[in-house]
């Protein structure tokens, strides 16, 4: 089985490389620089007319949806123990990936970027504060769910990686995460995990890359 995986660092494609990695999988890495606009080529939207990341191509037959990506990990490699094995305890692992992709993703980027979810002059900054409004509220449903625990549930599994990047990328985008303790010491954990420090010596060495391709 080949596995390749089309992933831009610090993006949402950051979870099925962690994931993957925590599988033990084999799988080739294709960097896509959205700065070049290398998500919108021809050739990328045959794999993914959405035109984002993560595509996870599983022997030429493109799989799309970090949701639907991490389950499939999960089924293929059993041995990590990426979903709960209880049937209830999987089905809810699965509904904090959706979370994850519908609850707190899209209320990220408008952070940094609120332009690109407005068109009325002047309106920026209206969209900034409302989008980290519903961020931190979701962040405080996380923080109550993860009191008292490491892990979502009794060992690390797909969602711990997937909210690790929603917490990263709202540090990123310097929200203000110090109320959310026991999220902090979740991403302390998470960042001591070997699939962690692997993800973040490959993204700087990409991002040097892109610098010196600037």
Avoid at 167 to 190: T, W, Y
Wanted: net charge neutral.
């Amino acid at each position: 089985m080949k596995l390749s995986l089309y992933f831009a660092p610090m993006a949402c494609s950051v979870v099925p490389y962690l994931n993957l990695t925590e599988a033990g999988a084999e799988f080739d890495v294709v960097v896509v620089n959205h700065r070049k606009g290398q998500h919108m080529t021809p050739e990328y939207l045959k794999l993914n007319p959405k035109h984002k990341v993560p595509v996870l191509v599983i022997d030429d037959e493109p799989l799309t949806e970090n949701v639907a990506i991490q389950i499939w990990i999960a089924r293929n490699f059993p041995n990590a123990k990426l979903l709960p094995s209880d049937p209830m305890q999987e089905i809810k692992a699965i509904a904090l990936m959706a979370w994850c992709a519908s609850g707190i993703h899209p209320f990220l980027t408008p952070n940094m970027l609120p332009q690109r979810y407005c068109d009325l002059p002047g309106s920026e900054e209206s969209v900034r504060r409302c989008a980290q409004k519903i961020l931190l509220e979701n962040y405080q449903i996380a923080d109550e769910l993860l009191a008292g625990r490491e892990w979502f549930f009794d060992h690390f599994t797909a969602p711990d990686a997937y909210f690790f990047w929603c917490f990263r990328r709202g540090i990123f985008f310097n929200v203000d995460v110090s109320p959310f303790k026991n999220c902090l010491a979740h991403f302390e954990r998470m960042k001591q995990r070997p699939s962690v420090q692997k993800l973040s010596a490959y993204e700087e060495k990409v991002l040097e890359e892109f610098a010196k391709a600037a």
